[in-house]
């Protein structure tokens, strides 16, 4: 049965970050959209887009969440992060015709709450993949010998949600079996490291491959390219992504039409087969190896940063798309993305990715939005920040604005998403500065 737009949407966006800040921005530019709800946890920028939920979102509040939905005749519920979906939102809040949520199920997202189980079923649909052994908290003896086992470096991964911050890439079977023991037996993930998969380590560059997927129809995005490693030159710990970029040249049309064949249907059909009917985005994060692209992992949700890097070029109503992927009907949907290329760049707190320091006033963001040489735009998505009390924004989290710039290729984009970022200031304040230079060759001058 098909289920139209209604004219006028009550949208609720959840999640509090700079994913949920760039998808409110575009919603806010949908003719359909009614009155845009945000989380009641919105940083300071998504809270100036809508008004803030007084529900909690968690899943001890949902039958009052759900009471709300109704009193305000939300239609739409967009969720964002992980977390919520594999608390089950989706499951609790879709009540199709009357209201939909996009997004899949907690089924369906344990493809990324799960990486041991994500593993079984890339292997039944034979999805290119990284070989790999898991293991769990009572076979601490049989993995610290698989690992000493290795010639080769290996990548320890926490099988449940980490943040992004789950996975320790290794150079030595030494550092290997220290990545094992502080999971297994130090617990340094808590329960989301009771199990793990050991991998062999890709070689090769990363790109991130996103889809919008309403159980049958699969619809490719603009492919893009994320940072993860907190310092320049990809060094030093993960984090939940330093910034992106988009689309990237390494995905090819050959690259793309591979991905779509050999990872994206045949894990939806694995699914299906499963009995989920997905629904929402699948994002394959990809390694580019000798031997052709290969599955590091899936998220079950837009990624952060490449959600701004995204919407800065999006063409079309992101209402109507999130709504037809929801409804099952995507093949009804218009997408597209402006010509050019689009750079995210994220300034991030004192301290992170561990603890971040907090509670300092920012200054800049007027200033970096006014524009930079060669930009089409600048947009500050907000992440970790929150209104101060006497006036102001101050940093409430580790990655603290998302700046995005729109170029007409992708080194105009990244100059003025990068001279954007340099004008943010607040104490302890750090940036990338060669987000995009994985692709780039430098200037000679």
């Known amino acids: 049965m098909s289920l139209p737009l209604p004219d006028r949407c009550n949208v609720l966006i959840a999640g509090s970050g700079g994913r949920e800040h760039a998808l409110a921005w575009k919603l806010k530019q949908s003719p359909r959209l009614g009155r845009l709800w945000v989380d009641p946890a919105a940083n300071a920028g998504l ?6 939920c007084p529900q909690g979102l968690e899943p001890r509040n949902r039958f009052h969440l759900e009471r709300f939905l109704e009193k305000e005749d939300i239609r739409l519920v967009v969720v964002g992060p992980e977390t919520l979906l594999e608390q089950s939102i989706v499951d609790d809040l879709h009540k ?3 209201r939909l949520v996009f997004g899949p199920t907690r089924a369906g997202a344990r493809l990324e709450w799960d990486k041991a189980w994500c593993k079984q079923v890339l292997r039944t649909a034979n999805v290119p993949t990284a070989e790999s052994r898991t293991f769990n908290h009572q076979q601490l003896d049989a993995a610290l010998h698989y690992v000493r086992s290795r010639t080769d470096p290996a990548v320890v991964k926490a099988s449940g949600l980490c943040a992004g911050k789950g996975v ?3 150079d030595t079977p030494a550092q290997a079996e220290t990545a094992v023991r502080d999971m297994l037996e130090k617990r340094a993930q808590g329960d989301a490291g009771l199990q793990i998969v050991v991998e062999e380590r890709l070689r090769g560059q990363e790109i991130s491959v996103l889809a919008l997927v309403d159980g049958g129809t699969i619809w490719m995005l603009d492919a893009c390219q994320d940072h993860k490693q907190v310092g320049e030159g990809d060094t030093g ?3 939940g992504g330093m910034g992106a970029y988009c689309p990237t ?9 591979f991905v779509e064949r050999e990872v994206m249907v045949p894990t939806v059909d694995a699914l299906r087969r499963e009995g989920i009917d997905y629904r929402g985005v699948l994002y394959a994060g990809l390694m580019l190896t000798h031997s052709g692209p290969k ?16 919407m800065a070029r999006w063409k079309g109503d992101l ?3 999130l709504w037809h992927t929801a409804a099952g009907t995507l093949d009804e949907a218009t997408i597209g993305f402006t010509p050019g290329a689009s750079c995210c760049v994220v300034v991030c707190a004192h301290g992170y990715p561990g603890a971040p320091r907090t509670g300092d006033l920012i200054e800049g963001i007027g200033l970096a939005e006014a524009g930079a040489t060669g930009a089409d735009r600048v947009l500050c998505f907000h992440a970790g920040t929150r209104a101060a009390d006497g006036g102001g924004v101050v940093t409430a989290g580790g990655r603290v604005l998302g700046v995005t710039a729109v170029g007409a290729d992708l080194r105009s984009a990244r100059d003025a998403a990068t001279d954007a970022a340099r004008r ?6 750090f940036l990338r500065g060669d987000i995009g230079m994985r692709v780039l060759a430098p200037v000679v001058s």
Do not use: K, W, Y
Not at 47 to 52: C, I, K, P, Q
Not at 249 to 257: C, F, I, Q
């Open 249 to 257: 040249p390494l995905a090819t049309d050959s690259v793309l039409r």
């Open 319 to 321: 209402l109507e798309a």
């Open 424 to 429: 943010i200031s607040f104490p302890g304040a």
């Open 237 to 239: 710990p993960n984090t």
């Open 168 to 170: 320790v890439v290794c």
């Open 295 to 310: 599955v590091l992992e899936f998220n079950c949700r837009f990624g952060d940063p490449e959600t701004q890097a995204l």
């Open 96 to 98: 199709p015709p009357h």
């Open 47 to 52: 809270r100036a887009l809508g008004t803030a």
